[in-house]
Each structure stands twice: as C-alpha cells, then as structure tokens.
C-alpha cells in the first residue's frame, strides 16, 4: 500500500459547525504532515508529526487542532472557522522527519461559509 | 528563511522540450525537489537532488547547481497530460521536514 488517503473529499460547513478531517497511510511512515493550499498558490505548512509526537506547528491559529492517535492515523479538528480557512487541505508522509519524499493525499476541499 | 523563484507560467508545444528553472536563496542547503500538481489534485514527487549533477528518470530530468542555488526540471516529448504546476521545493538542515515550496510554474502544452 503505497498511498495516503483522506476522509472526506469534500466539506461545506457553516462558521459554528465542528468537523474532522481524516488522513490515514499503511506505508510505515513515522513523519506526518497538514498543508493548507489556495488556489493557484503552493502548499503552506500547518503542522508536523513525528513519531506521533507534535514537532512543528506553523503559528496555526487553534480553530485548527491536529491530532495524531497512532502512526497511521492523523487528524485536523476544525471549529469555529471562518470563510478565509475555505481552501484545499492535503495530508502528507514521509518515512521520518529527516526522509526526502513525502507522499501526498489527495486533499480534502473545505468550503466555509 | 529560504527565497524560491520560478517562471509563473510556461507555454510549449506538444512533442518540444520545456525546462523550468528554479532558483533559492538558503542557508544549510539539504534537497531540493520537484513536485507535479494537476489542477484540484494532490502533487505528485517527480524528482529529488541533494548533489551536483542531472539526476533522468524517463521523460523527466532535474539538475542541480549548489554553488548557484539553481535547479531545472526538463520535460521531454511534451504530452498533453504534462499540462500542470510543476513546485520546486527546499529542504533545509534545520527544517524537522519542512518543505519550502516555491510558487509553482503553471506548464500549458498545446497541440
């Protein structure tokens, strides 16, 4: 299994609403990521696991909460966002922290209204 | 922190060749890579230096000059599918895996 999944593909919510976005990997990898991507702009850096241990966490304001219950399992807690959060959010993993490629998930659109 | 240039766009005909080039400002220099993103999905890890030199793998080729902060991705035999962003991104020494990506040069091949 050479792929990141991410629940769900897409998400509408309202500005009072509290949502989970979901990202699971079965390639052993111990280094997890969340980016959040605009339109037509790069993938910007929120948070990074290692070893299911918080190691980054890019001045994410805490309406997002990420959370890592085990090494296949990351999880970005979403409440009380507001229209401007509305973007492309992608999970990532490497073999560790320190390892070159990242693979992936195909993204979760979140809209918010 | 780390300065990533790219063209933002590229035009090129089907079956020609296209390099884009990338250039950074860094300090304690650990990778670079190049990343393909089709419109409204995930990138995809197209090539990785972290020495000196062209690195080929297929239609596509990186190359990386250290000394001049500089990086290319050639696209041979351009097909229609190659139409996306294609990312340069930096690793540095201290980073704890951050990827530094650069703003992406959007490829669009025509027949």
């Known amino acids: 299994d050479t792929e990141v999944t991410q629940t769900p593909k897409h998400l509408v919510m309202g500005m009072t609403n509290k949502k989970s976005l979901k990202c699971e990997q079965h390639m052993g990898h111990r280094a997890m990521y969340w980016y959040k991507q605009k339109a037509k702009k790069p993938p910007e850096l929120m948070f990074v696991?290692?070893?299911?241990?918080?190691?980054i966490n890019e001045s994410v304001p805490s309406r997002f909460s990420p959370e890592c219950p085990n090494s296949s399992l990351l999880n970005l807690h979403l409440h009380a966002l507001q229209p401007e959060d509305s973007a492309l959010y992608l999970c990532?993993?490497?073999?560790?922290?320190?390892?070159?490629?990242?693979?992936f998930g195909p993204g979760t659109r979140l809209t918010v209204l | 922190g780390q300065n990533i240039d790219q063209p933002t766009e590229m035009t090129a005909t089907e079956g020609a060749i296209v390099q884009i080039n990338c250039t950074y400002q860094?300090?304690?220099?650990?990778?670079l890579f190049w990343y393909q993103q089709h419109a409204g999905e995930a990138p995809t890890f197209l090539s990785y230096n972290v020495l000196d030199g062209l690195e080929e793998k297929g239609r596509f080729s990186s190359f990386l000059s250290r000394s001049k902060g500089y990086s290319y991705l050639l696209l041979k035999e351009l097909q229609m599918k190659d139409s996306a962003s294609y990312l340069c991104a930096v690793k540095t020494t201290d980073s704890w895996g951050k990827l530094q990506f650069g703003a992406g040069t959007q490829v669009v091949v025509t027949p």
């Open positions: 696991y290692s070893y299911e241990k918080l190691s």
């Open positions: 860094t300090s304690g220099f650990n990778g």
């Open positions: 990532a993993s490497s073999q560790d922290h320190e390892y070159n490629e990242q693979f």
